[in-house]
């Protein structure tokens, strides 16, 4: 069966490279990007199994809008791939709130946005995939799975893409003009993923009837993994002793507000009116 995308951030980049394989086998893709010029080629070359959209991940409205529109236009939604985002170069005495903020509207409220306008169409329809790139889809994961929606972190590792190229660059502090060009030049010299290799996986990805939750991509995500897990598991081992001390005395105080929580009338809903008689009156 051929699938419905919505791929946000697909003018470069993974965005752009899935987008073109999904279409290529014949899928529908809404493809967004900030500039519509960005992704006009795709409509020329895919037709009318493309929607390409202006989209700011930053501008609520437009995100709403873009969905709906997507919605309309193909009839449903199985595949959103939550990608769009922007990077900041800075050591974090160098980077301005400005910049902290810009870097955070994008990469994490920017993904709620297209979550929050996304996930009424999926629960509608009782089924869906999301692939995100930030760890806030691990906990999505445990939240949507009633409505039959499936949620797959997609973990990249190091990649040829341009990405870096729309970065923010935060200006130098002295102290860290050091640790700045050890940092550029390990990064130049680190062996690259080609990116047109991911399609496959992600094609793969989402056909399956029961993705994971997790999706490293590359050969180097699973030796880091464990190199940062033994790591962490000896210095866990280590003050083992320090940190069960910690735990005191265990307590249950956070009972009676998680009863009053759990019973909480949800947004949206109103109890049903129970009957209410005069005194005397008959029924």
Not at 11 to 22: Q, T, V
């Amino acid at each position: 069966m051929k699938k419905i995308w919505f791929i946000t951030g697909a003018s470069r980049g993974f965005g752009r490279i899935w987008a073109e394989a999904a279409l290529k086998r014949g899928d529908k893709v809404t493809a967004t990007a900030r500039k519509l010029e960005d992704i006009g080629d795709l409509k020329e070359r895919f037709g009318d199994t493309v929607l390409p959209l202006a989209l700011d991940v930053t501008n609520s409205e437009q995100v709403s809008q873009g969905l709906q529109q997507a919605y309309k236009h193909f009839g449903r939604l199985d595949v959103l791939v939550n990608n769009a985002g922007t990077s900041l170069f800075a050591a974090t005495e160098e980077a301005s709130d400005e910049q902290i903020r810009d870097l955070f509207d994008a990469n994490y409220l920017g993904m709620v946005r297209v979550l929050r306008s996304a996930l009424p169409l999926l629960r509608k329809q009782g089924n869906g995939h999301i692939l995100g790139v930030e760890a806030l889809h691990e906990s999505l994961a445990q939240e949507v799975r009633p409505f039959g929606i499936k949620v797959t972190l997609v973990e990249p590792g190091a990649y040829a893409t341009e990405f870096g190229k729309s970065a923010q660059i935060a200006d130098a502090l002295e102290p860290y003009a050091e640790f700045r060009k050890q940092f550029l030049t390990r990064l130049a010299n680190m062996e690259q993923g080609d990116p047109e290799a991911t399609a496959a996986a992600i094609l793969k990805l989402v056909d399956a009837d029961n993705p994971p939750l997790r999706l490293g991509l590359g050969n180097s995500i699973l030796p880091r993994a464990r190199d940062a897990y033994r790591e962490r598991l000896a210095t866990w081992q280590a003050w083992e002793d320090v940190s069960n001390a910690a735990m005191g005395e265990p307590k249950k105080t956070m009972a009676a507000w998680i009863e009053q929580l759990a019973g909480a009338t949800p947004v949206g809903h109103e109890p049903a009116d129970e009957p209410s008689f005069a005194a005397g009156e008959s029924q």
